[in-house]
């Protein structure tokens, strides 16, 4: 049975970006980053009313075709809630199309805030597993959805044989060393136009490459930061999305020739370096701002949050 949510409820959720593939783990190793979008929903009586601030304003549909407003809808069904009506407000700090998660960010917090809405009418939160399967269906696949949800680094899957597909995920602990430098540009890329650069085949010699530098990055997030340089390379997506995004493939290339384990931050067209405990040379930071880069150093990023925040009066009469 559906129960119906009172007008006046309202929640929040605070949701990390996130990279994906991170080299050669392509479309199951991801890492979430210091970098929150916030979400806050209120219930009304009816209608639905949405304010952007900050990464997308004016530029994304405040309707419900709205990426949060759909994952919010989504999240209200599996708990088995509705509402008259929505009053969303996105507070976004995550920069669109450029390789950092916002899709993924935008759905684990949508289906997050739910669970701030559940707990105020008793009804059950949808479980860690819920978010990551839900938020994964509106990609498509979980490297992203699962960082966001998790935080942390994670390794995520799509279920053999599962038809609807079904998505996993598994937590890694970061080593304590490791720096994260995010180098973001101004320009914009496509996922769907950049994974459309992909070859349906690969080689065998390719496929074995990729497989052993995936199986050694992760030993190398949690356990030998040594070997990030040789285990973040990669022979299945990042050359073939360099025509998309000379600039990118540029200072990936000149990072790594600089002895820095970096990567394309998902399709790009960002890139992060990732190291073990020293900072990045002042000639590297200097290219990168040349060329248009902002380059910032951040922490890991935590899993989704989401708390309960109704008025007092909300519930009165």
């Known amino acids: 049975m559906t129960k119906t949510l009172p007008a006046g409820l309202r929640a929040s959720a605070v949701v990390a970006a996130s990279s994906a593939n991170l080299g050669p783990g392509f479309d199951s190793l991801g890492l ?11 219930t009304i009586d009816s209608g639905l009313v949405i304010d952007v601030e900050g990464q997308g304003a004016g530029q994304v549909p405040l309707s419900s075709e709205h990426l949060v407003v759909r994952a919010i809808e989504r999240g ?18 995550i920069p669109h199309s450029r390789g950092l998660g916002s899709s993924a960010a935008a759905a684990a917090g949508g289906l ?10 008793d009804s059950p939160e949808l479980t860690l597993d819920q978010l ?3 938020s994964s269906e509106f990609e498509g696949h979980p490297d992203n959805a699962a960082a966001a949800v998790l935080g942390g680094a994670v390794v995520s899957w799509t279920v053999d044989g599962s038809d609807p597909a079904r998505y996993d995920a598994a937590h890694l602990q970061l080593h304590p060393d490791i720096r994260l430098f ?34 050694m990055l992760v030993v190398a997030l949690t356990q030998r930061p040594d070997l990030l340089l040789e285990a973040t390379g990669d022979r299945l997506h990042q050359a073939q999305r360099a025509p998309a995004m ?30 073990d405990g020293s900072a990045l040379p002042t000639e590297v930071l200097e290219y990168g701002a040349a060329n248009g880069f902002t380059v910032t150093e951040m922490s890991v990023g935590d899993g989704v949050r989401w708390n309960a925040e109704t008025p ?3 519930l009165s009469g």
């Open 32 to 42: 979430a980053l210091s970098l929150y979008d916030e979400i806050v929903v209120e």
């Open 76 to 93: 209200l069904s599996a708990a088995g809630l509705r509402a008259g009506g929505l009053k969303v407000r996105c507070r976004n700090a």
């Open 112 to 121: 997050a805030v739910v669970n701030g809405l559940a707990v105020q009418c």
């Open 132 to 134: 990551v399967q839900l």
């Open 182 to 215: 995010p180098a973001i540009p101004e320009t914009r890329s496509s996922t769907a136009a950049t994974r459309g650069l992909l070859p349906e085949q690969v080689s065998h010699t390719d496929a074995r490459f990729n497989l052993a530098r995936s199986a």
């Open 246 to 275: 000379p600039a990118s493939a540029e200072y990936l290339t000149m990072l790594r020739r600089s002895g820095i384990a970096a990567v394309l931050s998902g399709a790009g067209p960002a890139v992060i370096a990732l190291t």
């Open 312 to 314: 007092a009066h909300a």
